[in-house]
């Protein structure tokens, strides 16, 4: 079975408030049990705050990464972490997938620039600037009534996190912050779970000149399966997905489109789609439409490629 790299899944936060286990969570798009199918993957853990937890973020993040790497260590002969290029390597070799940290949302930094090197020293390799609401970096995708953009907060942050090797993620980003971020970034960034607004007109998803602009500037866009993404109604099925993908496959061309599952982040999935586990039956029609060769390139290639140009080798 092929592996896979996905930018985007939300299975830390669920799991932690319901109590239950990364192992096995039948409840849960995503466990471990079901990612056995897919031997080596990379897939993104991110660490999101229900805005109930802005007052107290930085303390709320510390309980999400303690548990991950609770987590982790529990699975450590299938799973973990990462924190350079080379991390993911071995643990290919070795047959273990690698576990990616990222937090979706510069609340966690409460303002504090020098957070930053923490988060990164605890292992932090991807920060999403903003979750959809204005923060200190920046305004999220449902303020883009504001025309609002990057702070000077938020240029510093994407500035070190050039510096420090993270990736920066411009999903839930404004539009305007968006084209900040692609004039100010000096490397790829990333797009980890947003689809084409061309083909689902959602302020959560790219236009086209955006997609075109993360393509030039070596970046990768995350194919995001939730259904009010991937089609007007919010009834999507994997035909959906691909429609997605063969539009920013047209835009973008090969190198710049991967995966952003979204898993445990939406409340609902395509029909024929439902969890991690059923990843087969969409790399199967991709096969179909785009043949084996940009299959591969969505699967894994690009986003291996992206994290191998901006992390630490
Ligand atoms: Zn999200």
Not at 13 to 28: D, N, Q
Not at 260 to 267: L, N, V, Y
């Amino acid at each position: 079975m092929k592996s896979f790299v996905d930018a985007h899944c939300d299975t830390i936060v669920k799991l932690c408030g319901r109590g239950e286990e990364l192992l096995e969570a039948p409840c849960m798009q995503l466990d471990l049990k079901r990612l056995e199918a897919f031997p080596r993957a990379v897939q993104f853990f991110a660490v999101w705050l229900d805005p109930v937890y802005y007052p107290i973020a930085m303390r709320q993040t510390m309980k999400y990464i303690a548990f991950y790497y609770k987590q982790l260590e529990k699975n450590a002969e299938s799973i973990r972490h990462i924190n350079t290029f080379a991390d993911i390597i071995r643990n290919k070799e070795q047959g273990r997938h690698s576990a990616v940290l990222s937090l979706e949302g510069g609340e966690a930094l409460e303002g504090e620039l020098s957070a930053l090197e923490i988060y990164h020293r605890l292992g932090v390799r991807a920060i999403t600037l903003t979750w959809n609401h204005r923060n200190a970096l920046a305004d999220g995708a449902a303020e883009n009534v504001t025309g609002g953009g990057l702070t000077r907060f938020g240029r510093d942050v994407l500035r070190e996190m050039e510096q420090l090797n993270m990736l920066v993620d411009v999903s839930h980003l404004s539009d305007a912050g968006f084209w900040d971020v692609e004039r100010l970034a000096q490397k790829p960034f990333i797009a980890s779970h947003s689809n084409a607004r061309a083909v689902c007109p959602h302020a959560r998803n790219l236009t086209d000149d955006m997609l075109r602009a993360l393509a030039a500037k070596g970046g990768v866009a995350g194919l995001n399966f939730y259904p009010v993404f991937l089609r007007e109604n919010g009834e999507a099925r994997i035909d959906d997905i691909i429609r997605h993908a063969s539009h920013m496959l047209d835009i973008m061309g090969e190198n710049h489109i991967g995966l952003g599952s979204d898993w445990d982040g939406i409340g609902t999935t395509p029909v024929d789609l439902q969890h991690t586990g059923e990843l087969a039956a969409l790399f199967t029609r991709m096969e179909q439409e785009f043949g084996a060769e940009i299959t591969e390139k969505l699967r894994e290639g690009n986003f291996l490629r992206v994290l191998r140009e901006c992390l630490a080798p």
